[in-house]
């Protein structure tokens, strides 16, 4: 079955600490990954995406992430947190469902809290 | 500006009652989404939309009905078959589907709040 875990629901920070967010997924066909960012009472953006090419992609806000296929991970890592940082972040994976690249499966999310 | 818009922000509902979230784009995008979103669970697909007068169940379709009358337009209505509504739901749109492997960005509506009471 195609699924994506997110392994902490939260993690804690102090500011200007680096952070690590992860995200598997189980698959037997070929993915899109992306994360996206989500403020408190707002709609999502997109933070990076990893489609093909380099495994390790940059994004907005200075986060980055890598994209390992053997251990069917793509987690997302920044090197110093801002409090600005504050908010939940989604893993989300397309499974070419139906043979559609849009179409997309969200992990549970991890609230991301930077303290100061 | 292009974007998604969402209304309204906050709802609230009497047990029993059908209600209408509205979702619309000016991104002339032909594809349209609508997900639920719960703590700790993420986001899960309710309906999506390829194109007008056409609309396909996502994974957690019981208990909700929409309609493609419009390209803009993706209303969802929440029906009192639906068990436990309360939640946040958020609309969204990419150029089309992705078929053949191809990706188009999702853009998301701000969302709205369903307490019901």
């Known amino acids: 079955a195609q699924s994506v875990t997110q392994l902490d629901s939260q993690v804690p920070v102090f500011e200007e600490a680096p952070v690590e967010l992860r995200c598997n997924y189980s698959s037997s066909v070929s993915v899109y990954l992306f994360w996206y960012v989500q403020y408190p009472n707002q709609g999502l953006q997109l933070l990076l995406k990893y489609l093909s090419g380099s495994t390790l992609v940059k994004g907005i806000n200075g986060f980055e992430a890598e994209f390992n296929k053997s251990q069917t991970s793509f987690h997302l890592r920044k090197p110093s947190v801002h409090i600005s940082d504050t908010a939940e972040y989604f893993c989300a994976v397309s499974f070419f469902h139906n043979n559609a690249g849009n179409m997309l499966t969200f992990g549970g999310g991890t609230r991301l809290m930077v303290k100061p | 500006d292009g974007g998604i818009t969402q209304s309204p922000k906050y709802l609230f509902r009497k047990e029993g009652q059908n209600v209408t979230l509205s979702c619309e784009q000016n991104l002339n995008h032909d594809a349209m989404y609508w997900y639920r979103q719960d703590p700790g669970q993420g986001l899960r697909l309710i309906y999506y939309s390829q194109i007008v007068n056409d609309f396909q169940k996502g994974d957690i379709a019981e208990g909700y009905s929409v309609s493609r009358e419009k390209k803009e337009s993706f209303p969802l209505t929440v029906t009192s078959a639906q068990k436990n509504p309360t939640a946040f739901y958020l609309c969204?749109?990419?150029?089309?589907?992705?078929?053949?492997?191809?990706?188009?960005?999702?853009?998301f509506g701000p969302g709205t709040r369903l307490t019901v009471l």
């Open positions: 969204a749109s990419s150029m089309d589907l992705g078929h053949g492997g191809t990706y188009n960005e999702q853009f």
